[in-house]
């Protein structure tokens, strides 16, 4: 895919703030981001926990109303109520985890796959769309699933009937909210593969959703970074993981278990979207602040005062921090929320 094709999900300025509690400012889970994701391109989305990945997920679906900026597919803004929006939801799928209880205990494998087609009033042939979608996801031969419940199934089948649930309605995106989070390493690798494959076979587009370095690695093009509510860095998967350029992507990928050298241990309050510090908001936890990097670039000011600018969308390298745009002599711009930095 180039950068000349038009990005099949493209998001704009996107905010979503959840009203505070007892008198408590917003929290402003999304506050700013621009996302774009092409067709057949999977896209890792990682982040600490709480950095809010889950909300930005949600709201590109239309399951959580932004409180401001906008979300398109396909070339449309992303439909509110009615007919559009149901087919939108046909389209874009979410995968959940398992365990979080996306499987009905007492709805046969059959039916659970199935419930999507009925819903969407599916004209065709039901039961061979449901061996198709459970054939593809890897259950085969996939009669000998339907009429199994989900306690029948080990973790990575569960999983599967899952992801088939989401391909019987032959979408063109997934979003994948942790999908591999509860699953040990072996099966993790099983249902990686099998996204990618999906990938390959039927050109569909992802979002995954990962708090694990690692995972995006093994599966993803691109990455973007999230850090309390904004992309602060995105690119190629191979050019962010291994050559980081934001403070905080160095800090996440220092403390992998093959990471070289000191794992970098951040300071401060763990992140809470209803404070975000002024200017830059890790400068509060930034360890090239605090070890004297930033000083000697000559922008601890910046670092204090000035919110970096807000990546576009996209798929270049592109990194929200004053210090290394300074590294590269790039425009150190500060404009903060709403404005688009388009570096090169
Ligand atoms: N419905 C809600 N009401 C209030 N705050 C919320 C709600 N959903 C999420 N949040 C807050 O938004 C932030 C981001 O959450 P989330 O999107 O789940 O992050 P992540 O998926 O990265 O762990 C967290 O601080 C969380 O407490
Ligand atoms: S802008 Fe400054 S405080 Fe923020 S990440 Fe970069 S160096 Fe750290
Ligand atoms: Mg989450």
Same mark, same amino acid.
């Given at each position: 895919?180039?950068?000349?094709?038009?990005?099949?999900?493209?998001?704009? !300025?996107?905010?979503?703030?959840?009203?505070?509690?007892?008198?408590?400012?917003?929290?402003?889970?999304?506050?700013?981001?621009?996302? +774009?994701?092409?067709?057949?391109?999977?896209?890792?989305?990682?982040?600490?926990?709480?950095?809010?990945?889950?909300?930005?997920?949600?709201?590109?679906?239309?399951?959580?109303?932004?409180?401001?900026?906008?979300?398109?597919?396909?070339?449309?803004?992303?439909?509110?109520?009615?007919?559009?929006?149901?087919?939108?939801?046909?389209?874009?799928?979410?995968?959940?985890?398992?365990?979080?209880? =996306?499987?009905?205990? #007492?709805?046969?494998?059959?039916?659970?796959?199935?419930?999507?087609?009925?819903?969407?009033?599916?004209?065709? +042939?039901?039961?061979?769309?449901?061996?198709?979608?459970? =054939?593809?996801? !890897?259950?085969?031969?996939?009669?000998?699933?339907?009429? #199994?419940?989900?306690?029948?199934?080990?973790?990575?089948?569960?999983?599967?009937? @899952?992801?088939?649930? $989401?391909?019987?309605?032959?979408?063109?995106?997934?979003?994948?909210?942790?999908?591999?989070?509860?699953?040990?390493?072996?099966?993790?690798?099983?249902?990686?593969?099998?996204?990618?494959?999906?990938?390959?076979?039927?050109?569909?587009?992802?979002?995954?959703?990962?708090?694990?370095?690692?995972?995006?690695?093994?599966?993803?093009?691109?990455?973007?970074?999230?850090?309390?509510?904004?992309?602060?860095?995105?690119?190629?998967?191979?050019?962010?993981?291994? $050559?980081?350029?934001?403070?905080?992507?160095?800090?996440?990928?220092?403390?992998?278990?093959?990471?070289?050298?000191?794992? @970098?241990?951040?300071?401060?309050?763990?992140?809470?979207?209803?404070?975000?510090?002024?200017?830059?908001?890790?400068?509060?936890?930034?360890?090239?602040?605090?070890?004297?990097?930033?000083?000697?670039?000559?922008?601890?000011?910046?670092?204090?005062?000035?919110?970096?600018?807000?990546?576009?969308?996209?798929?270049?390298?592109?990194? $929200?921090?004053?210090?290394?745009?300074?590294?590269?002599?790039?425009?150190?711009?500060?404009?903060?929320?709403?404005?688009?930095?388009?570096?090169?």
């Amino acid at each position: 895919m180039t950068s000349t094709t038009p990005p099949l999900l493209s998001v704009q !300025g996107l905010h979503v703030a959840f009203p505070g509690r007892r008198g408590a400012a917003d929290a402003r889970a999304v506050d700013g981001v621009d996302l +774009d994701i092409r067709r057949g391109e999977i896209v890792a989305l990682v982040g600490e926990s709480g950095c809010g990945k889950t909300t930005l997920a949600r709201s590109l679906l239309g399951l959580v109303e932004p409180t401001g900026g906008r979300v398109t597919f396909d070339g449309s803004p992303l439909a509110r109520s009615g007919r559009a929006l149901k087919e939108y939801r046909r389209r874009a799928q979410l995968v959940l985890q398992d365990p979080s209880g =996306s499987l009905n205990p #007492r709805h046969t494998v059959y039916d659970i796959v199935a419930e999507g087609l009925r819903i969407h009033g599916h004209p065709g +042939d039901e039961r061979a769309a449901v061996a198709e979608a459970l =054939s593809r996801a !890897g259950l085969r031969p996939p009669e000998r699933f339907f009429l #199994r419940y989900p306690h029948e199934l080990s973790g990575g089948q569960r999983q599967r009937v @899952v992801i088939a649930g $989401a391909l019987v309605l032959e979408p063109e995106l997934l979003v994948a909210d942790e999908p591999v989070a509860s699953l040990d390493a072996s099966v993790r690798g099983e249902i990686l593969a099998l996204l990618l494959r999906l990938r390959t076979d039927l050109g569909l587009a992802a979002l995954v959703v990962t708090h694990d370095l690692g995972l995006a690695w093994n599966i993803a093009d691109r990455v973007a970074v999230m850090y309390l509510g904004r992309i602060v860095e995105t690119g190629p998967v191979e050019q962010v993981l291994t $050559a980081p350029r934001h403070p905080y992507t160095q800090a996440l990928l220092s403390v992998l278990p093959e990471a070289p050298g000191t794992p @970098v241990v951040l300071t401060g309050e763990p992140p809470d979207p209803s404070f975000i510090p002024s200017g830059c908001r890790f400068h509060v936890r930034c360890q090239v602040l605090a070890g004297g990097a930033a000083e000697r670039a000559g922008v601890a000011d910046a670092c204090r005062h000035e919110d970096p600018a807000v990546l576009s969308g996209g798929d270049r390298a592109q990194v $929200a921090c004053h210090w290394a745009r300074a590294r590269t002599e790039e425009p150190a711009a500060g404009t903060g929320d709403g404005a688009t930095v388009r570096p090169g």
